[in-house]
């Protein structure tokens, strides 16, 4: 008997549709995990396109979603677990970005490179 894992992308959903929501915990679960994070960088460009007035909704939409299954505490590989506990995380995200990647501009990933030279502290500000 073998039993099939699924993953619950309802929480995620709930909480895109608050981003000030996000935006909070964003900030506060990147802080606590962005040393171990190979893909920080490019976490951080989508979160840039994502507030971005400019960038479409439903790239926002989308972007949001994803960020959003980042800061939930439970998903479906927990966090918490060593190499592998980001992997689902990085695999959403990264097909978040695949969709909308035309939208994510050289200024979104110039935000991110420099909130990562001086330090996440005053990139949330």
């Not at 479409?56 to 800061?71: C, D, K, M, S, W």
Request: proline share 6%.
């Amino acid at each position: 008997m073998t039993s099939e894992r699924t993953v619950d992308f309802e929480p995620a959903e709930r909480l895109a549709k608050d981003p000030e929501r996000v935006r909070k915990s964003f900030w506060i679960k990147l802080k606590r995990v962005a040393a171990k994070l190979p893909f920080v960088e490019d976490l951080l460009a989508a979160y840039y396109c994502a507030f971005d007035r400019e960038t479409p909704r439903h790239v926002q939409a989308a972007l949001l979603g994803a960020i959003a299954y980042f800061v939930l505490p439970f998903d479906f590989m927990p966090d918490m677990l060593p190499v592998l506990g980001f992997t689902d995380d990085a695999a959403v995200l990264a097909t978040a970005i695949r969709m909308v990647a035309s939208n994510i501009k050289p200024e979104h990933r110039e935000a991110a490179h420099s909130a990562l030279q001086r330090g996440l502290d005053e990139a949330d500000g």
